[in-house]
């Protein structure tokens, strides 16, 4: 716990050139900071660890800023309003924002994107399904995989936030549900807790990746159909073994590459051109950002809500307490090993 007044804090201290390490990041106190004119100050009390995190730990230019050495890490986080010179902002009201990987923030209201509502569903959930995995689930795949009745929705990374939504909005769909992922316990929990109806592998009992060929096999046996929408969480060696299991004018999502996050930039991200594949079956490729959708974030937040209140769907989450904590379970979930929405919980009471 901190002592009185000062604000712990996450910092970038190296960019990534590898397997992502903590010593990447460094653990910093600075004073409690003051809001100015039409500022607040929110206490953080989740902090959410998220892949695009990655992207912005890089000099290599991404959709968005990255951060610069000795700044704090980025992310997105709830917090309290527990002091303003902001009448939109008031004391005691919680919203999701990117406050980042830090205990105490200092805002103007532009960097945020939420205001919760504890009384209807816990604060938490605002980061994961009735947030921004929510609705990068509810958009990627309604709105660029476009999922008919009957079709069959292929996912990667399907026990994560991203993932488990989309096969159970695939299932609401009427559509068969397969997901991709690395080891057996998340394979389990995808099918009996989420309800996919088949979950591939991608790695050996060893847990080294499969050859390209053997993973497209597992595919076809998955998809006996073939595949109609592929919602790309991953990119890489996954990407390709897709490929040959696609049906004609199937669709691609490119939601994430969470595969290519150990390269140095993305000029190494070379793999088969699949120019061949998407003219020869008539594919849709589209790239896809959440928050291009950000108009329509009631339309998306009301269903979900819907779906979670009458058990249609349901998420999981991955909990550890303390800051300190959070370099090393951002690399956990990078690794795969979280499972569900990975999150750090802060005391609400420090500081007090
Ligand atoms: N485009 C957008 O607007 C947008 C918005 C939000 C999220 N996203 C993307 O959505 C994806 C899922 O996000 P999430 O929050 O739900 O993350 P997540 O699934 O909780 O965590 C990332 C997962 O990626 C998998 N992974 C790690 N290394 C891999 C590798 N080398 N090859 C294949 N898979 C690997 C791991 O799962 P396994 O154990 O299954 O391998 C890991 O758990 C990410 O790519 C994220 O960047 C995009």
Known sequence: MSSANTNKQILLKKRPDGPLTTDLFELAEAALPSPGTNQFLVRAEWLSLDPFMVGRMRAEANYAQGVQLGEVMQASAVGRVIESNNGEFPVGNLYVGMFGLQEYAVSDGSNVSLEVDPGRAPASLSLGILGMPGMTAYFGLLKAGEPREGETVLV???????????????????????????????????????????????????????????????????????????????????????LPNFNIRGRI?????????????????????????????????????????????????????????????????????????????????????????QLVRLDPARNE
Not at 157 to 185: D, F, W, Y
Not at 292 to 307: F, I, R
Not at 325 to 340: L, Q, S, V, Y
């Open 156 to 242: 990667s990374a399907c026990g994560g936030p991203v993932g488990s939504l989309v096969g159970q909005i695939a299932k609401i769909k009427g559509c068969r549900a397969v997901g991709i992922t690395s080891v057996e316990a998340k394979r389990r929990y995808a099918i009996d807790e989420f309800g996919f109806d088949e979950v591939v592998l991608y790695k050996d009992d060893q847990g080294n990746p499969l050859p390209k060929a053997a993973l497209t096999e597992r595919i076809g046996s998955a998809c006996p159909d073939g595949v109609d929408v592929y919602f790309d969480n991953v990119g890489g060696d996954i990407y390709d073994a897709t």
């Open 253 to 341: 999502v490119v939601c994430g590459r969470v595969a290519a996050a150990t390269l140095s930039d993305s000029s190494q991200d070379v793999g088969p051109r699949d120019n061949s594949t998407i003219l020869v079956k008539r594919l849709r490729k589209q790239g896809f950002l959440v928050a291009d959708y950000a108009p329509d974030k009631v339309e998306a937040l009301d269903q979900l809500t819907a779906w979670l209140e009458e058990g249609s769907v349901r998420h999981r989450e991955d909990v550890v307490d303390g800051i300190e904590r959070a370099p090393e379970a951002f690399i956990r979930m990078m690794r795969g090993d979280n499972r569900g929405k």
